[in-house]
Nanobody, 120 residues
């Protein structure tokens, strides 16, 4: 079993900052990638940022320059530093972990999400 848990959401004013955390635990053989998604109210879930096992990062155009993904490899923990937040960043942020539970057994797991609200 693998568990993925996000934390760090909250309410901020425009221009404020938040740091989200995502921890993967359980039967993990090795990590492949961790990706953050954003689901705004009434909209589909969209990719925000991700990092693979080679430390390569990728960002949605809407957050590039404002959000930074990082990781603490030894703790299977990833972070999303969100700066210069805008009202359109409001929504639930989900973490998706792609990993091997054993050699050649790849799966992906979702966390329960953490709410971010940017209040004008």
């Amino acid at each position: 079993q693998v568990q993925v848990v996000e934390s760090g959401g909250g309410s901020v004013h425009p221009g404020g900052s938040l740091r989200l955390s995502c921890v993967a635990s359980g039967s993990i053989f090795s990590m492949i990638a961790m990706t953050w998604y954003h689901q705004a109210p009434g909209k589909q879930r969209e990719l925000v940022a991700g990092m693979d096992s080679g430390w390569n990062t990728y960002y949605a155009a809407s957050v590039k320059g404002r959000f930074t993904i990082s990781r603490d490899d030894g703790k299977n923990t990833w972070y999303l530093q969100m700066n210069s937040l805008k009202p359109e960043d409001t929504g639930v942020y989900y973490c998706n972990a792609q990993l091997y539970t054993k050699p050649a057994a790849m799966s992906d797991y979702w966390g329960q999400g953490t709410q971010v609200t940017v209040i004008s």
